[in-house]
């Protein structure tokens, strides 16, 4: 793998230098798929969402594969000052929910597939509500874009990061080192869908089947199974309580 992907520019590289160390320091990596990622196309990476804390090591985890992910994040982080500036240096694509600039995420994330980038997204939209940190029923931009530029969708599920950082906890505890395992599998069938009318069935039907794949990935890692029937969070008056006790905000997102 290259030690910096070909496609970072020099403030990606410069972000790498200074947060790679952090991430080596406290934690302790247990990853494989990475055979899986495509190295001729475009792809879009798509991962489980459990804690503001697992953007990073999934970054991480595609930038030490030889991937520089443009990252589909929430508009309001682009106002964060310093914040604002690394994540517009590096590519990031910000996500304008319930606006009239909510097509430009699409287009921008359209435009890097066609341009061989790996973009990665959390198909949730936020972080989970399960309660025992289970992927969720996820919202379908995945599926639009994915039918939109038959770009393959690679399935990532990542478990440990929570350990780091708690789901809606502001406590950090980087020691001693966490365990953190990641695993992307191979590209989820969806050539049978291409030509179907993008209508909502066909759209939660692709959605799905990214989540099936995820949270079969996640089973794995964890040597559990899954729920029957995945939380949504449309369907409850609020947010599931952490898994970890702590009061939920209701708020939370990334």
């Not at 790679?20 to 792809?43: M, V």
């Not at 972080?127 to 039918?147: E, I, N, Q, S, Y």
Request: hydrophobic share 40%; aromatic share 6%.
């Amino acid at each position: 793998m290259p030690r910096h992907p070909e496609r970072s520019n020099r403030a990606y590289r410069v972000v790498a230098r200074i947060l790679r160390p952090l991430l080596y320091a406290i934690t302790r990596r247990h990853w494989s798929g990475q055979e899986n990622f495509p190295t001729d196309q475009g792809f879009i990476a798509a991962a489980n969402h459990m804690t503001n804390f697992d953007p990073l090591t999934f970054a991480h985890y595609l930038y030490d594969s030889g991937h520089a992910p443009k990252i589909l994040a929430k508009a309001s982080l682009f106002t964060v000052p310093v914040l604002r500036g690394v994540l517009r240096g590096t590519g990031q694509i910000p996500v304008h929910r319930n606006t009239a600039a909510a097509h430009d995420s699409l287009d921008a994330a359209m435009a890097a597939l066609e341009a061989g980038e790996c973009v990665a997204v959390f198909p949730e939209g936020t972080l989970t509500r399960d309660p025992d940190l289970w992927p969720m029923v996820a919202k379908t931009g995945v599926a639009r874009l994915a039918l939109a530029t038959r770009a393959p969708v690679i399935p990532v599920a990542q478990w440990g990061p929570q350990d780091v950082l708690g789901r809606y906890k502001k406590l950090f505890k980087p020691f001693p080192p966490k365990d953190v395992t990641i695993v992307a599998g191979p590209p989820v069938v969806l050539d049978d869908l291409y030509d179907r009318p993008r209508d909502s069935a066909t759209l939660r039907e692709a959605t799905d089947r990214v989540m099936d794949a995820i949270t079969v990935l996640l089973e794995g890692i964890r040597g559990e199974q899954a729920p029957a029937t995945r939380h949504d969070m449309r369907r409850t008056a609020k947010p599931a309580p952490p898994s970890d006790g702590t009061p939920s905000d209701g708020a939370a997102q990334s």
